[in-house]
């Protein structure tokens, strides 16, 4: 595990990065244009995956080793974060929260994979 530290750190800073410029962005477009409650959800799940792929790509460019394994990491830590949200928001486990859960988990290791099959360029 302490081989994939520097890596881990690294993609999780990058998804909180990459997850609260593209809420920001989402919600100033909020604010100007009357959006329906579908296309919020969908556009959270969006925000929340693309940021999972993109934390296990670097994860996987910085130790460039077990992608697989570090996308499940990944998407693990993030899944655990929504899980206690959900759980203190709702008391319970619901769909919406298991479709992002699901959604995380396998672009997580889409992202995981895809960095360890592409050259690394300094």
Known sequence: ????????????????????????IFGTVMVLIDIPDEIVGIAGTLI?????????????QIVRNNGLIQGLILSGIVSAVL????????KALTIACFEKIVACTLS???????GINTKHCK
């Open 1 to 24: 595990m302490q081989f994939y530290k520097k890596g881990i750190i690294a993609g999780v800073l990058s998804l909180i990065a990459f997850t609260f410029a593209n809420t920001i």
């Open 48 to 60: 929340l995956s693309t940021g999972c792929l993109l934390a296990s790509y670097v994860s996987t």
């Open 83 to 90: 899980l206690i949200i959900c759980l203190i928001a709702n």
């Open 108 to 114: 997580a290791v889409i992202g995981g994979i895809k």
